[in-house]
């Protein structure tokens, strides 16, 4: 039996769009995939980095809000700093928190080791507060330098490993 042109024509016309329609579903399938991992990244790994790097920025605002109450020769200043700060390291905590619900146990371990830095970073910080109010300057100064930098730079490195980590993890993910 020949098969005439025509009908050989209409064959592989044929079989050119069933390969196109097969090629063009495992794209849509694979893009599908793609768009999951993506929100999963979205939602997962990055959200956290995200309120990681709130809450740095926020113990930074704060700090500078400490030394601005400092430097303050205002009583309404400092009142106007110290409900600015109370604020922001109520802000600091709510976000730890959200942290905390984010992360995995190591992730657990690691905000933590940032609360307890912060929570003694907020009892120097009523420390200097006290003695910036009572115009105690010098003090406030020395204690502001001296044990809250440390303490800071403790809650810095918290969150720098934490980033590290979750930095790694979103790249295994």
Do not use: P, W
């Not at 430097?71 to 109520?90: P, V, W």
């Not at 657990?108 to 940032?114: G, Q, T």
């Not at 970073?121 to 406030?140: E, F, G, H, V």
């Amino acid at each position: 039996m020949r098969l005439t042109l025509k009908v050989k024509l209409a064959a592989t016309f044929a079989v050119v769009v069933a390969m196109s329609a097969g090629g063009m579903y495992l794209a849509i399938q694979s893009l599908g995939s793609l768009n999951n991992s993506f929100n999963d990244a979205m939602d997962g790994g990055v959200a956290r980095l995200l309120v990681v790097g709130d809450i740095q920025t926020d113990a930074l605002e704060l700090a500078r809000d400490l030394r601005s109450n400092i430097l303050a020769t205002d009583a309404a200043d400092d009142q106007q700093l110290a409900k600015t700060m109370d604020d922001e390291a109520a802000g600091i905590k709510s976000k730890s928190a959200k942290l905390r619900e984010m992360t995995d146990n190591t992730g657990d371990k690691m905000v933590d080791e940032f609360i307890g830095a912060f929570d003694s970073y907020l009892t120097i910080q009523k420390q200097i507060q006290m003695r910036a109010d009572s115009n105690q300057k010098a003090q406030a100064y020395a204690l502001s330098n001296g044990q809250a930098a440390q303490v800071h730079a403790q809650m810095d490195a918290a969150l720098d490993e934490l980033t590290r980590y979750e930095d790694d993890a979103l790249d295994h993910e």
